[in-house]
């Protein structure tokens, strides 16, 4: 592993070991695939790797307005993949479907006729999209792994390549950039590199599953290195205050163990049970009490991850404050 200018470059076994090891708090749900087109396969010199990440960041940067590069990862002719923006980071990949997304760009233009993928590239890029659809349990399927082919430029919204597209990964991505093309051809690499990674290599337990949610129900909520109140406060954590979600990987003598690698417990009697729910309308008003006749404070988009905290007459408070949504419109 070598760092640079603030990025990471891995082979793709450092990169399956690495993602192995971190936790990551953001809700990860589906992966875009992206390619360059410029920069393409004449501009890889073969160890330019972190000046061309740096100037796509500067790019991004200065041309764009964005806060960083926009993509999580790019992956390089020789197979090398660099890290971009923070995983925890929203990225700036599909207009429209960039929530609980991680992007990657791959390297060089795909459209037919122009750059022709190496062995090696192509075979990062069916190996990372395996192992992150496993550290993050997304189905292998092309309602999750997604081509930005397939969202209208103007709309966002999904069209699956008609009206206003890039071409993006390319026309000859894998043998096409359609969604049957995906189905066809990448989806099912994918799936038999995921059925590997099960059964010929080694890797530390999967992260334990989250078994419910709780909200933090006091003004201030310790967190201690075991589950009673004479065990230490755990010195590099804040309490958790007020209205705060916690996850709750495991449960013993009305404590919550709410970190999946660490030792992390909070007493439960200052919680109350969370759930979460989807937005399933494209647009969901939140008012300030559980009625249409209430007042209008906002709103929230299709795919939108809520946190209910009371139910009341089918409607629900998404916050400690008064903040509701009618119940109709989310997905649990
Ligand atoms: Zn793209």
């Given at each position: 592993m070598?760092?640079?200018?603030?990025?990471?470059?891995?082979?793709i076994e450092e990169f399956e070991s690495w993602l192995n090891k971190i936790?990551?708090?953001?809700?990860?749900?589906?992966?875009?695939?992206?390619?360059?087109?410029?920069?393409?396969?004449?501009?890889?010199?073969?160890s330019n790797h972190f000046e061309r990440q740096k100037s796509m960041r500067d790019f991004h940067v200065v041309e764009r307005g964005f806060s960083d590069i926009a993509q999580q990862f790019t992956t390089f002719p020789d197979g090398s993949i660099v890290t971009g923006r923070s995983l925890e980071k929203?990225?700036?990949?599909?207009?429209?479907?960039?929530?609980?997304?991680?992007?990657?760009?791959?390297?060089?233009?795909?459209?037919?006729g122009k750059d022709e993928m190496r062995k090696e590239h192509a075979e990062t890029i069916v190996r990372m999209t395996a192992a992150l659809?496993?550290?993050f349990n997304i189905p292998v399927d092309t309602d999750h792994v997604v081509y930005h082919h397939w969202f209208d430029l103007n709309t966002g919204k999904r069209t699956n390549g008609t009206g206003s597209t890039k071409s993006c990964p390319g026309t000859a991505f894998f043998g096409g950039n359609t969604v049957d093309d995906a189905q066809n051809n990448f989806i099912p690499l994918v799936k038999s590199a995921l059925k590997k990674i099960?059964?010929?290599?080694?890797?530390?337990?999967?992260?334990?599953?989250?078994?419910?949610?709780?909200?933090?129900?006091?003004?201030?909520?310790?967190?201690?290195?075991?589950?009673?109140?004479?065990?230490?406060?755990?010195?590099?954590?804040?309490?958790?205050?007020?209205?705060a979600?916690?996850?709750?990987?495991?449960?013993?003598?009305?404590?919550?163990?709410?970190?999946a690698s660490?030792?992390?417990?909070?007493?439960?009697?200052?919680?109350?049970?969370?759930?979460?729910?989807?937005?399933?309308?494209?647009?969901?008003?939140?008012?300030?009490g559980p009625g249409t006749n209430f007042e209008k404070k906002g709103?929230?988009?299709k795919g939108d991850e809520l946190f209910i905290y009371k139910e009341e007459n089918g409607w629900c408070r998404v916050g400690v404050e008064e903040k509701w949504v009618s119940g109709e419109f989310l997905k649990q």
């Open positions: 070598e760092t640079k200018y603030g990025f990471t470059k891995l082979s936790s990551v708090a953001r809700t990860i749900k589906y992966i875009q695939e992206h390619h360059t087109a410029i920069p393409g396969y004449e501009h890889f010199t073969g929203t990225p700036s990949g599909i207009k429209g479907f960039n929530s609980h997304s991680i992007c990657i760009e791959h390297f060089g233009n795909f459209d037919k659809c496993r550290k099960g059964a010929n290599i080694s890797v530390p337990d999967a992260p334990p599953e989250v078994l419910r949610y709780a909200w933090v129900t006091t003004n201030t909520l310790n967190v201690r290195k075991g589950a009673g109140a004479d065990f230490d406060k755990v010195a590099d954590r804040e309490p958790a205050a007020l209205g979600v916690l996850r709750v990987y495991k449960e013993k003598d009305g404590w919550l163990k709410i970190s660490m030792n992390h417990w909070v007493n439960g009697k200052f919680t109350a049970e969370a759930k979460r729910a989807i937005v399933t309308a494209d647009t969901l008003n939140m008012r300030t709103s929230f988009k």
